[in-house]
Antibody, heavy 123, light 111 residues
Framework: QVHLVQSGAEVKKPGSSVKVSCKAS????????ITWVRQAPGQGLEWMGG????????NYAQKFQGRVTITADESTSTAYMELSSLGSDDTAVYYC????????????????WGQGTLVTVSS | QSVLTQPPSVSGAPGRRITISCTGS?????????VHWYQQLPGTAPKLLIY???NRPSGVPDRFSGSKSGTSASLAITGLQAEDEADYYC???????????FGGGTKLTVL
């Protein structure tokens, strides 16, 4: 059983960056993909990108290319998502999830989810 | 505008059957990529409901079923219960975008 625990809520100023962590337990962290999905207030789900720690190379959604950085630390079984140049439309709940894909360049289904981290961007 | 199209809302009386459609294109569902479905109760993280078009994870009641044909997929819920009231999302992979895509979500109301 995989369990994902995310870092706490953040309030950020426009133009700044935020880094959200996702600590995994259960399973073999280095072999499974961690993906990041966000949900703006009252809106739907939006895929941001993911990484398989064993391969190390992240895969980003085109919309976030150049603004998002996803990393993984195998020593602590923790994945990170950093989003820069924040604007008010980045206010959202950010989720990490385990992606059942074994292919670093292709996503599959997301079977375990973190509890979500609310990031509020406000001046 | 989501890459996968779902109806914004559906409703049904307790005990009835409803379906939720998910329409894609030749770069995602129509290209043969699998469709997955998630249930999101208010204030909670999404939960995997159906994976690889028709498969239910352990613990998901058999009242929930999925299907796929051509560039579309559907989620069916039979024997509607009040606890099924939630938002439902479809998800697939898109080769043109080289990433995962979601439907806009469908809000299910149990009358």
């Amino acid at each position: 059983q995989v369990h994902l625990v995310q870092s706490g809520a953040e309030v950020k100023k426009p133009g700044s960056s935020v880094k959200v962590s996702c600590k995994a337990s259960g399973g073999t962290f280095r072999t499974y993909a961690i993906t990041w999905v966000r949900q703006a207030p009252g809106q739907g789900l939006e895929w941001m990108g993911g990484i398989i720690p064993m391969f190390g190379t992240p895969n980003y959604a085109q919309k976030f290319q150049g603004r998002v950085t996803i990393t993984a630390d195998e020593s602590t079984s923790t994945a990170y998502m950093e989003l820069s140049s924040l604007g008010s439309d980045d206010t959202a709940v950010y989720y990490c999830a385990r992606d059942n894909s074994g292919d670093p360049k292709q996503t599959y289904f997301f079977d375990y989810w973190g509890q979500g981290t609310l990031v509020t961007v406000s001046s | 505008q989501s890459v996968l199209t779902q109806p914004p809302s559906v409703s049904g009386a307790p005990g009835r059957r409803i379906t939720i459609s998910c329409t894609g294109s030749t770069s995602n569902i129509g290209a043969g990529y699998d469709v997955h479905w998630y249930q999101q109760l208010p204030g909670t993280a999404p939960k995997l409901l159906i994976y690889a078009n028709t498969n239910r994870p352990s613990g998901v009641p058999d009242r929930f079923s999925g299907s796929k044909s051509g560039t579309s997929a559907s989620l069916a819920i039979t024997g509607l219960q009040a606890e099924d009231e939630a938002d439902y999302y479809c998800q697939s992979y898109d080769s043109s975008l080289s990433g995962s895509v979601f439907g806009g979500g469908t809000k299910l109301t149990v009358l």
